[in-house]
Each structure stands twice: as structure tokens, then as C-alpha cells.
């Protein structure tokens, strides 16, 4: 992989106050997806395809990544990004809501990459887990949302994504039918698998 074109992407999305996965948590999921090698990958929000290229270095050899993002200006940019990564073969983005996509797909996934909006987390975990394969596992990244989540926080302006990552943890970590994990890294990452019960 081209290092130093990947350094580029990052820098630009930086600039540009693109959300992009943080470093802590790409550690953290890279460390998983080498230990696993998984063949297929589901994200919701590709953004300009940062976290998705960086998946691809961890990968089976013929595994891929299929991408939801429904901002048209990002899909174009994460297009052009890929391209020049030469990984047209292994990234497929899906544009548009994933709250209309993800009732549409029908494969199972190895991994599931949930980083799109806070308040649709609840649908996207119900979604991740009718499509997520046996033995995969869930990642949702921003989990912790700055500290509101865990906190008595209850101002009007960011009070429905706090509700619903709330729930989101709630759901995870009381249905005996899962096992989650939440760790302190980068905006707080989620880890969830099918209970081995
Ligand atoms: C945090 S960014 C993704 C960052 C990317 N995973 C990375 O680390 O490089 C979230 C993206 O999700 C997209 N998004 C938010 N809600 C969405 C939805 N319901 N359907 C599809 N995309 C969505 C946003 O437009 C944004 O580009």
C-alpha cells in the first residue's frame, strides 16, 4: 500500500474537519482484523474512505469492503481516493441513507464498521446484527460521544444522538444473546459478538 498517498488522504480530511476514524481506534480494530482476516466488511459512512482504505491492509486476500455514504460530494471524493489507492477491486461504496440501504442487503458480513449518525445507531445495530455472520463481530465508533453518553448530560441540542447511543449500550450489553465490550479509546468504540452461551 502506497503510505505516503493514504498520509495525503488523512492530512486533506483533517484540514477539511472531515470526521475520520482516530488513530487509538484504528489501532484497535486493525489489531482485531489481523488477528481474524476477515473476508467481508460492512461500513456505514464511508466519509472521503479513509477507515475503509486502512481496512483493506488487513483483509483476506480476497476479501472485501462494501461502504455506505450518502453525501454525493464525499462519495465522489472517497471514489477518487480508492482509485488512486488502486483498490476499485476491493471497495465498493453503496450511496444513499443507510437507514434505506442496509434493509436491502442480504449477505452476511464478517465485520460491521457502524460510524454514521449517532441517532440512528438503535436501527443500525438491529440491521448489523440480522446481516453480521456467526462468528463476526460489530465495531461503533463514537460510542462515548465525548463524554455525554456516560454523563448526566441532558442539553437539548445533541440530546437525541445521547439518547440513542445510550440505548445502543443498553441493548448490547443486556441481551444475554451478546457480548460487548466498550473501550475508552478515541470517542469510545463498541465491540459487540454473538454470545458463545
Ligand atoms: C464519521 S464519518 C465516517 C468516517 C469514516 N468511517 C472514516 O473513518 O474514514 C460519518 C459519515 O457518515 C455519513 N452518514 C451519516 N449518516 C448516514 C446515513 N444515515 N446513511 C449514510 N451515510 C451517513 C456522513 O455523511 C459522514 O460522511
Known amino acids: 500500500m502506497n503510505l505516503v498517498e493514504l498520509e495525503k488522504i488523512k492530512e486533506k480530511a483533517l484540514e477539511e474537519h472531515i470526521p475520520i476514524i482516530m ?4 489501532e484497535v480494530i486493525e489489531e482485531y482484523l489481523k488477528e481474524n482476516k476477515p473476508k467481508k466488511i460492512l461500513e456505514i459512512g464511508t466519509a472521503v474512505g479513509y477507515s475503509a482504505i486502512c481496512f483493506t491492509k488487513v483483509l483476506e486476500e480476497n476479501g472485501i ?3 455506505i455514504e450518502r453525501e454525493h460530494t464525499r462519495v465522489e471524493e472517497a471514489k ?9 477491486d476491493k471497495i465498493h461504496i453503496l450511496e444513499g441513507d443507510a437507514v434505506e440501504i442496509l434493509p436491502t ?9 457502524i460510524d454514521a449518525a ?5 436501527f443500525f445495530l438491529k440491521e448489523a446484527l440480522r446481516l453480521l455472520s456467526k462468528d463476526g463481530i460489530i465495531f461503533a465508533d463514537n460510542i462515548l460521544y465525548k463524554g455525554y453518553v ?34 475508552e479509546v478515541g470517542d469510545g468504540l463498541a465491540i459487540t459478538k454473538f454470545a458463545n452461551r
Open 65 to 67: 469492503i462494501d461502504t
Open 23 to 26: 488513530d487509538d481506534t484504528l
Open 80 to 88: 477518487e481516493n480508492i482509485k488512486k489507492m488502486d483498490l476499485e
Open 118 to 122: 449517532k441517532g440512528k445507531y438503535p
Open 150 to 183: 456516560l454523563s448526566d448530560y441532558n442539553k437539548h441540542k445533541q440530546r437525541t444522538a445521547v439518547r440513542n447511543l445510550r440505548e445502543y449500550i443498553k441493548e448490547t450489553t443486556e441481551n444475554e444473546k451478546l457480548d460487548t465490550k466498550i473501550l
Open 105 to 113: 442487503l442480504e449477505d452476511k458480513y464478517d465485520v460491521i464498521f
